[in-house]
């Protein structure tokens, strides 16, 4: 890697993770996806909830890049990316002036949208502000504390599920139903497959730093056989749109089929590797997998 300067916008860029975006792009796509189908899509609620996942994103991973460096996580045997903090990118100082620009910002999408749909909601929009304050504990507790005891897994399902793909339906529709919440589930089991490959390559690390994952707890031939069963219920989950109407057999079978395919050869190529750095490109390989389906299937429901 080419030297970086410290403090630079590159170093903020790396420090940023924006492969890591995908997982706040998705959620968003689905829920406008849907929200379009039943003719209610409203252009700038969606961009905004995009924008405010985005910068929530960001800001998670400025937060986790903090404490992972003051809490001596990051040491010379990582496996994944260089941390900002750690190698000396970015000051702890800058970094938590970081943290607070970016929840600023996404304060300020999320404060927009509120404005946009007051009055229009069944509470009136309170509930956006509630659900606001939520997504700013969870941004902090998520990778000080939870990470630590094995509850990443429940919170990616709750929060690039539920609250992400449902707040996006809620702010465009002021309803919810059965699909939202099915899409939801969709989302989060998909958007897991990120988080468990990401934990199985660093099960040793995480063993060492105490930090219980449920593949550190439960070993890695389950973290191989976890990461196999999220991509196929993810597509279980799918047939309940052929069911509802909301897509034909042969939608689903070039967007969820076509997704299994290529989550089932990606799957293969991990068993292959096992361990080490190379599961690097499982992750690349899985983020580009969770996007495909993403696309597909948010264009298929509209």
Not at 285 to 294: A, I, K, P, R
Request: with cysteine.
């Amino acid at each position: 890697m080419k030297t970086i300067r410290p403090n630079s916008v590159y170093a903020w860029l790396l420090a940023s993770r924006p492969k890591t975006l995908t997982a706040a792009l998705i959620p968003v796509m689905l829920g406008s996806g849907l929200a379009f189908s039943d003719g209610k899509f409203q252009t700038a609620e969606a961009v905004l909830c995009l924008l405010f996942a985005c910068l929530m994103q960001v800001a998670a991973n400025f937060i986790n890049d903090l404490f992972d460096y003051q809490k001596g996580t990051d040491r010379e045997d990582r496996l994944g990316p260089k941390r900002a903090c750690a190698e000396g990118w970015i000051s702890p100082r800058n970094m938590k002036l970081g943290i607070g620009v970016t929840l600023l910002l996404a304060c300020l999408c999320g404060l927009s949208v509120v404005y946009l749909t007051w009055n229009e909601l069944p509470q009136g929009g309170w509930e956006l502000v509630v659900l606001g304050v939520v997504c700013l504990l969870f941004a902090f507790l998520y990778t000080t504390l939870l990470s630590y005891r094995g509850w990443g897994d429940l919170l990616v399902l709750v929060f690039f599920g539920l609250v992400s793909v449902g707040g996006t339906y809620y702010v465009q529709t002021g309803v919810l139903n059965v699909d939202v919440l099915v899409l939801s589930l969709v989302s989060g089991v998909v958007i897991d497959t990120l988080l468990t490959i990401n934990n199985y390559r660093d099960i040793e690390q995480d063993r060492v730093s105490g930090k219980m994952t449920l593949i550190v707890r439960f070993g890695a031939s389950f973290g191989r056989q976890f990461y196999l069963a999220l991509g196929i219920v993810a597509v279980l989950l799918c047939l309940w749109f052929v069911y509802s109407g909301r897509l034909t057999w042969l939608e689903f079978m070039w967007a969820p089929c076509i997704y299994l395919y290529m989550h089932l050869m990606t799957w293969r190529s991990m068993c292959l590797i096992r361990q080490g750095e190379k599961l690097n490109s499982i992750l690349g390989e899985t983020s580009c997998n969770m996007l495909f389906l993403g696309i597909l299937l948010s264009v298929a429901l509209c």
